[in-house]
Nanobody, 119 residues
């Protein structure tokens, strides 16, 4: 069984910064892509950023130049540095991992962490 522990969400004023982290543990045979998705009320969950095991990154157009994703492979942890936050960045942020996770599982999700950008 895979466990994802997210942290770093909270309330921040517009223009502020937050760093999210997601640590994966448990039955992980190979960890490929790690990423962050977000879901705002009334919207579907959508990709924010993803990083492969080789370090290739992919960002949603709306966060390019604003957010940075990086990972520590030794710790099976992915981070999302969010700068210049705007009210429209308010959402629940979910961590996702892909790979060979045991029992035929190829993907897993975190429980979500709330990010609220408001003055």
């Amino acid at each position: 069984q895979v466990r994802l522990v997210e942290s770093g969400g909270g309330l921040v004023q517009p223009g502020g910064s937050l760093r999210l982290s997601c640590a994966a543990s448990g039955s992980i045979f190979r960890l490929d892509a790690m990423g962050w998705y977000r879901q705002a009320p009334g919207n579907q969950r959508a990709l924010v950023a993803q990083i492969t095991s080789g370090g290739t990154t992919n960002y949603a157009d709306s966060v390019k130049g604003q957010f940075t994703i990086f990972r520590d492979n030794a710790k099976n942890t992915v981070y999302l540095q969010m700068n210049s936050l705007k009210p429209e960045d308010t959402a629940v942020y979910y961590c996702n991992i892909e790979g060979f996770l045991g029992m035929g599982v190829r993907s897993a999700w975190g429980q979500g962490t709330q990010v609220t950008v408001s003055s």
